[in-house]
C-alpha cells in the first residue's frame, strides 16, 4: 500500500504560520483523530483544534485547515493541508503525532510532484517550472518560469508527438495494407518529417536561454596580478570576499559572486591572473582560469597600465582601464578604446553593468515570452534525441525501420513531459527538489 507523506511546505525559519502538507489514502482519517470531529466541507478553510492522539484532549494548536479529496489537489490524492502556527514546536509536534499512524511518513523530495505527474495532474516540465519558481531571484527567473508552468514547453511537445503519431499511423495503415489495391501507391510523410525537425532545430537554437537567465550570464575578470581585479569584483557585489593585496598573486582559486542587476543574474568570477609560475596552487588556479574564461560570455580583460593581457576571443573580451583616479594621460589615451574605472573611487563601475545590462538584453532579444520555445539542458538534450532519429527515419527506406525511428522520437519527447520512464527520470530531477513540493 502507498504510504501517507507529509512534510513542511513552507520555509522553516521563524514565520507566524507554517504549512503542512500530507497526501495520501490516510489523510482523511488522521484529520478526524486529531481533531476529534467530522470531516470538513472540502476545499474550504476551516478552524479546528488538533489534539494529540488519545491524550484527553491534549491540545497541539488551533489552527486552519483544508480537506481536498481526490482528485481535486495538486497531488491527484487525498490531501489535507494544515496551516498552523510558525513555531519549531509546533510543526514538530505535528511530525512526531503524523508519523505515529501506521503507514504514514515524511515525504522525500519532490514526492508530492513525483505523485501529481503519476497521477496525471500536471507534467514533468510544469513540475520543473514550478521547481524554478520556487528558486527564482530574480525577475527575469520568475517571468521563465511561470511561462513553462502555463504550458510553455509542454504545448509544443504534444503537438509534436501528436504530429509523430499521425506519420506512424500512416506508416500503419501503408503497411498493413500494402497487398490492397485501395491504398496509396507511395507513403508520403518526408515532407512533414522533415518541417519537424526543422521546428526542433529552430527550438534547439535557444536552449542556452534557459541557462543564461536561470544561471545567470558569466563574467570572468582577467588581467595581470596586481590590475585591481578583486577590488572591482568585491566593489561589485558589495562584499569584502576577495582578498585584495599589493602582493601579486593573491588570488589563487576562483572567487564567485552573484548579483540581480535590472532583473537578471549576472555572476563574477575573480581568477587567478595568468602568468608563468613554478607554484603548484597558483598553476591549478590558472588552470581553472583558464577553464571559465572558455566557458564565460564576457571577459572583463582589466590593466592599471595600457599593456592588457592578450585578447583570445574578441566576440566576448572587453578592455577595463582600473586605477583611473591615478592616471590622468592613460585615462585620455584610452578614452573609447577601453572602459575607464577606478575601483577605489567606483568611478566607471554602473557603466560596466550597464554595459552588460546591453549584452544580456541583445542575447535575449529574440525571446518573446509567449512565442519561444525554452528548454533546460535536460529537455534539450531529449530534443536532440528526438531530431537524431527523426534524421535517421528521413534517411531510412525500410517503412518498419522508419516507424520504430519515430517510436524512439516520441519516447524521448515523452521523457521531457514525463510521460514514460517515470520512476527513472523522476529519481533523477527530483533530488533537486524540496521536500514539500
Ligand atoms: P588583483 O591582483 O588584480 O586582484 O588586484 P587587487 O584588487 O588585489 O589590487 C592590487 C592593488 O591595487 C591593491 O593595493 C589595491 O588597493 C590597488 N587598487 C585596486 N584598484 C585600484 C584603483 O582603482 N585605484 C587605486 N589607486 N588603487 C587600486
Known amino acids: 500500500m502507498q504510504k501517507t507523506i507529509?512534510?513542511?511546505?513552507?520555509?522553516?525559519?521563524?514565520?507566524?504560520?507554517?504549512?503542512?502538507?500530507?497526501?495520501g489514502k490516510e489523510s482523511e482519517k488522521l484529520l478526524k483523530k486529531l481533531t476529534l470531529k467530522n470531516t470538513p466541507k472540502e476545499r474550504l478553510l476551516t478552524l479546528r483544534n488538533f489534539y494529540f492522539p488519545k491524550s484527553n484532549k491534549k491540545i497541539i494548536d488551533k489552527c486552519l485547515v483544508v480537506w481536498m479529496p481526490a482528485p481535486r489537489s495538486y497531488t491527484g490524492e487525498d490531501c489535507i493541508e494544515i496551516y498552523t502556527h510558525g513555531g519549531d514546536a509546533v510543526f514538530q509536534s505535528f511530525f512526531s503525532v503524523l508519523s505515529s499512524f501506521p503507514n504514514v511518513c515524511y515525504a522525500e523530495q519532490?514526492?508530492?510532484?513525483?505523485?501529481?505527474i503519476i497521477n496525471g495532474k500536471t507534467d514533468l516540465v510544469k513540475a520543473e517550472a514550478v521547481n524554478d519558481l520556487i528558486n527564482s531571484l530574480t525577475e527575469k527567473q520568475r517571468e521563465l518560469a511561470i511561462s513553462q508552468f502555463n504550458g510553455g514547453l509542454s504545448i509544443p511537445i504534444k503537438k509534436w508527438r501528436k504530429e509523430i503519431i499521425k506519420c506512424m499511423t500512416l506508416i500503419e495503415a501503408y503497411i498493413d495494407f500494402s497487398d490492397e489495391n485501395d491504398t496509396p501507391k507511395n507513403l508520403n510523410i518526408k515532407a512533414e518529417l522533415f518541417a519537424l525537425r526543422e521546428e526542433f532545430k529552430e527550438a534547439l537554437k535557444n536552449k542556452h536561454y534557459y541557462q543564461l537567465i536561470n544561471k545567470g550570464i558569466r563574467v570572468v575578470l582577467k588581467g595581470k596580478p596586481n590590475a585591481g581585479k578583486s577590488s572591482i569584483f568585491n566593489r561589485i557585489i558589495r562584499e569584502q570576499k576577495a582578498i585584495v593585496s599589493k602582493t601579486p598573486g593573491t588570488t589563487r582559486d576562483v572567487i564567485e559572486g552573484q548579483i540581480n542587476y535590472k532583473g537578471n543574474a549576472i555572476i563574477f568570477y575573480d581568477t587567478a591572473g595568468i602568468t608563468l609560475t613554478d607554484n603548484n596552487i597558483e598553476k591549478e588556479g590558472i588552470r581553472r582560469t583558464k577553464k571559465l574564461l572558455k566557458e564565460a560570455d564576457i571577459i572583463l580583460n582589466i590593466s592599471e597600465d595600457e599593456?592588457?593581457?592578450?585578447?583570445?576571443?574578441?566576440?566576448?573580451?572587453?578592455?577595463?582601464?582600473?586605477?583611473i583616479d591615478k592616471s590622468?594621460?592613460?585615462?585620455?589615451?584610452l578614452k573609447g578604446k577601453a572602459i575607464l574605472v577606478s575601483a577605489k573611487t567606483g568611478e566607471g563601475l554602473e557603466a560596466i553593468l550597464e554595459k552588460i545590462y546591453l549584452?544580456?538584453?541583445?542575447?535575449?532579444?529574440?525571446?518573446?515570452?509567449?512565442?519561444?520555445?525554452?528548454?533546460?539542458?535536460?529537455?534539450?538534450?531529449?530534443?536532440?534525441?528526438?531530431?537524431?532519429?527523426?534524421?535517421?527515419?528521413?534517411?531510412e527506406k525500410s517503412e518498419e525501420i522508419i516507424s520504430e525511428y519515430l517510436r524512439q522520437a516520441i519516447n524521448a519527447l515523452e521523457r521531457i513531459i514525463g510521460s514514460i520512464d517515470v520512476e527513472e527520470v523522476l529519481g533523477n530531477i527530483f533530488s533537486n527538489f524540496c521536500i514539500g513540493k
Do not use: C, P, Y
Not at 599593456?307 to 566576440?315: R, V
Not at 590622468?328 to 589615451?333: A, P
Open 6 to 23: 507529509f512534510a513542511l511546505a513552507t520555509g522553516n525559519e521563524l514565520s507566524a504560520l507554517s504549512v503542512i502538507r500530507v497526501s
Open 328 to 333: 590622468g594621460n592613460l585615462k585620455k589615451k
Open 359 to 395: 549584452a544580456i538584453s541583445k542575447k535575449t532579444k529574440r525571446f518573446d515570452g509567449k512565442k519561444s520555445i525554452i528548454m533546460n539542458l535536460r529537455q534539450a538534450n531529449e530534443l536532440k534525441e528526438a531530431e537524431f532519429n527523426i534524421t535517421q527515419a528521413l534517411e
Open 307 to 323: 599593456k592588457f593581457l592578450s585578447i583570445n576571443d574578441n566576440t566576448k573580451e572587453w578592455l577595463v582601464l582600473n586605477k
Open 110 to 116: 519532490g514526492e508530492f510532484s513525483k505523485r501529481a
